[in-house]
């Protein structure tokens, strides 16, 4: 089942990082960033972890909690979590469930070859688990600062 903005998230579960699941309703009271990268250790998925890591203050402040998602294993996750000390979660989604859940799986030119990819996507649930808002094919400058701004905006309005 496809994810639609304005509606609730279908039922999903998945594995992260220090042996949390997560399901659409485990995180139900609080704003919940779900964002979607192609491989860990790689420079533009480094840097907006980085991102995520320097502003995730902000983010629990705001009422949210960030996970991180990618087709990498627990324990590429593990290492790339410690490497770059991130104070959120992985998940690990390496038979892309939630890859395809949420239409981020696209086929993509690498040196020529046509391969699927994950395209770098985020999302925002809404305390009561209603996607919110959704960033597709992004670029990562300013992106970060971008997705905090709708959390606080959200904040307000609740």
């Known amino acids: 089942m496809a994810i639609v903005v304005?509606?609730?998230?279908?039922?999903?579960?998945a594995n992260a990082t220090g042996g949390i699941k997560v399901t659409n309703t485990s995180h139900t009271g609080?704003?919940?960033?779900?964002?979607?990268?192609?491989?860990?250790n790689t420079p533009g998925c480094t840097t907006e972890a980085?991102?995520?890591?320097?502003?995730?203050?902000?983010?629990?402040?705001?009422g949210a909690i960030v996970f991180g998602?990618?087709?990498?294993?627990?324990?590429?996750?593990?290492?790339f979590k410690a490497k770059l000390e991130l104070p959120f979660e992985l998940i690990a989604d390496?038979?892309?469930k939630m890859c395809h859940m949420?239409?981020?799986?696209?086929?993509?030119?690498m040196y020529g070859k046509k391969?699927?990819?994950?395209e770098r996507s985020t999302f925002l649930v809404n305390a009561e688990g209603v996607l919110v808002q959704e960033w597709r094919g992004l670029k990562v400058p300013g992106h970060v600062e971008e997705v905090l701004k709708a959390v606080k905006i959200l904040k307000k309005a609740a």
């Open 6 to 13: 304005n509606k609730p998230l279908p039922e999903f579960e």
């Open 30 to 40: 609080q704003a919940l960033i779900l964002y979607f990268y192609p491989k860990d």
């Open 50 to 62: 980085m991102q995520f890591r320097d502003k995730y203050k902000d983010f629990v402040k705001a």
């Open 115 to 118: 391969v699927k990819g994950i």
């Open 69 to 79: 998602v990618s087709r990498d294993n627990m324990k590429s996750h593990d290492d």
């Open 102 to 109: 949420f239409g981020v799986v696209k086929n993509k030119i």
């Open 94 to 96: 390496t038979e892309e």
